[in-house]
């Protein structure tokens, strides 16, 4: 019931009952799903698509339900998830000190936790994705420096749609925030770049700074926030 993948693989068009999802392991690998189902019983630590010390993977057009995260990324670099459908799981992603890495146009709904976490992580681009529903937070970085989030749709999350924590230098820009419990938070972060984004109808804040300092926040449309 776990599948190790070393080489470039196409899968047909299915459901696949994988309890403990598939192991990447090697570097270089593609993976291309074809709109393939994984499927888990979200117990213990399961993951739908883990990688561990490695580089240069790509994912593209999964779906991935039922798992304890759903993308699980550690010690790795210069990877892509692309177009991919991750849906009630814990945790949609998470990036444990993962360094340039893209995750691009994917839709992150439903799940019990977060929609994207990422931890002690550099230069990763967050990218063009609908991020929905989860239990949650949309996106939260902890101990994470430098990344970009562009362009991404964020709403309906109990907890802020963006949280940084301890995490600097990154840049929040042109996201549509909408219904979450505040827009964007930032807590023992600094030199944070948030611009052009639009946070609408959030409560209680639409941007709550705090234990933060030197961030720029500019050209933002703030409006209908409690």
Not at 6 to 20: A, S, T
Not at 31 to 49: F, P, R, V
Not at 57 to 62: E, P, S, W
Request: aromatic share 8%; glycine share 8%; proline share 1%.
């Amino acid at each position: 019931d776990s599948m190790v993948i070393k080489n470039d693989v196409e899968f047909c068009r299915g459901v696949y009952l994988l309890p403990h999802g598939i192991i990447v392991g090697e570097s270089n690998v593609n993976l291309k799903c074809n709109k393939t189902t994984l499927l888990g019983n979200n117990t213990g630590d399961s993951k739908g698509i883990s990688a561990l010390g490695l580089s240069n993977i790509t994912l593209k057009g999964c779906k991935i339900n039922n798992y304890k995260y759903g993308v699980w990324i550690a010690n790795s670099s210069e990877s892509s998830f692309l177009e991919n459908v991750i849906e009630n799981n814990k945790f949609g992603f998470m990036l444990n000190n993962a360094t340039e890495n893209v995750v691009l146009k994917n839709l992150i709904i439903n799940n019990s936790l977060d929609g994207i976490r990422i931890e002690n992580s550099l230069f990763n681009r967050i990218k063009k994705n609908n991020i929905a529903y989860n239990k949650k937070y949309g996106i939260y970085l902890e101990s994470s420096d430098n990344n970009s989030i562009v362009n991404n749709v964020i709403k309906s999350h109990i907890n802020p749609g963006i949280s940084l924590d301890g995490s600097s230098s990154n840049w929040v820009s042109q996201n549509i925030i909408r219904d979450n419990a505040d827009g964007i938070a930032l807590l023992f972060s600094y030199l944070n770049i948030i611009e052009k984004n639009t946070i609408e109808g959030n409560a209680p804040n639409g941007i709550m700074i705090s234990f933060s300092g030197s961030n720029k926040v500019k050209n933002n449309s703030v409006v209908g926030n409690l």
